[in-house]
């Protein structure tokens, strides 16, 4: 199973990105599918996530900027981004797999290697 995360780079604040995560070798078609960031020196820290049937969750730093959706037949996930901020710039991770609460990355099974997010003041 991989998970190839992509679209990252530098942006200025205020700018807009999107990141898309596609998955390959088995379908998540019925599980959850997130994105994590991590910041140097920062610990991994939950953005979204979304379920089946389209039921998101935001963490609130990024609620009313980011937009998460998902393309089952493509088995792909997407983060789009906007308004960004210094504060974002991070590793963005997607994960899936879910096996308990969403907002832990150690409940994802699946992760893929990150996508570098840059957002210059």
């Known amino acids: 199973v991989q998970l190839q995360a992509s679209g990252g780079g530098l942006v200025q604040a205020g700018g807009s990105l999107r990141l898309s995560c596609a998955a390959s070798g088995r379908t998540f078609g019925s599980s959850a599918m997130a994105w994590f960031r991590q910041a140097p020196g920062k610990e991994r820290e939950f953005v979204a996530v979304?379920?089946?049937?389209?039921?998101?969750s935001y963490a609130g730093s990024v609620k009313g900027r980011f937009t998460i959706s998902r393309d089952n037949a493509k088995n792909a996930v997407y983060l789009q981004m906007n308004s960004l901020k210094p504060e974002d710039t991070a590793i963005y991770l997607c994960?899936?797999?879910?096996?308990?609460?969403?907002?832990?990355?150690?409940?994802?099974?699946?992760w893929g290697q990150g996508t570098l997010v840059t957002v210059s003041s």
């Open positions: 979304i379920w089946t049937a389209d039921i998101t």
């Open positions: 994960a899936t797999d879910l096996r308990g609460d969403y907002y832990y990355s150690a409940n994802y099974n699946y």
